[in-house]
Structures are given as C-alpha cells and as structure tokens.
C-alpha cells in the first residue's frame, strides 16, 4: 500500500496561484508518489487495466470530496513512472473516509475490481 500525506487543495487543476510555484509543489508530490510506491513494492499487471483504489482520509471536515480527486493528477503520475506504466491504464476507484487528525491518503495497486473473481 502506498501512503501519503493529504493531498493538499493547490494540486487541484482550478488551484489558483503563479504556474511556477504550481509547477514546484506538482513536481514534489510526483515525486513522493515515485519515492512512496518504489518502497512499497508496488506492482503492476503486464497488461491491461490497472486498478487504483484510493482512499482519502481527510485531516478535517472543510474539504469538499467530490473534488478531492482533481488532487490525484500528479501522484497517479509518479506511481506511473515508478510502476514504467502509461498511467492512461489506471482505472480509480475512490473511497472517502471519516477525517483524522494529520490525513492521509492510501493507494492500492493493482487491487481486484468487484465481481471480476480476482
């Protein structure tokens, strides 16, 4: 399982502010998401789709879920470079829990769909 900080609003895709300072925290957090999903030896299938299901456990209750996946962009490419993977091949699936004190989000590689006899 890959683990994250929470993914914090300024990697949305409507995140206001300059384009470089964006560039840097994207460029960041890809890179933890390589970093993250090297050391937990994640995996991907040869061929096909590959599964992602994600977990947000937000650090509080003012964030608005439907938008917590805009986030994921640069993470899903950063375990894409890790996994050598077009990340064009992940399929997520997105699970929101109650909030925790700090957040976090969890990321399954690979996980079977339902009803598939994976």
Excluded at 45 to 60: M, Q, S
Excluded at 71 to 89: T, W, Y
């Amino acid at each position: 399982m890959i683990v994250l900080p929470f993914p914090p609003s300024s990697l949305s895709g409507h995140a206001k502010g300059h384009w470089r300072s964006k560039a840097k925290i994207t460029r960041q957090w890809r890179h933890w998401a390589h970093v993250a999903t090297k050391e937990a030896r994640a995996r991907a299938p040869a061929a096909g789709d590959i599964v992602l299901c994600v977990r947000f456990v937000p650090p509080n209750r003012r964030g608005d879920r439907t938008n917590f996946p805009n986030r994921m962009k640069p993470i899903f490419d950063g375990i894409a470079d890790a996994l050598k993977v077009n990340d064009s091949r992940f399929v997520p699936r997105y699970e929101f829990a109650e909030p925790e004190k700090s957040g976090r989000v969890e990321i399954e590689v690979g996980a079977p769909k339902d009803g598939d006899g994976s």
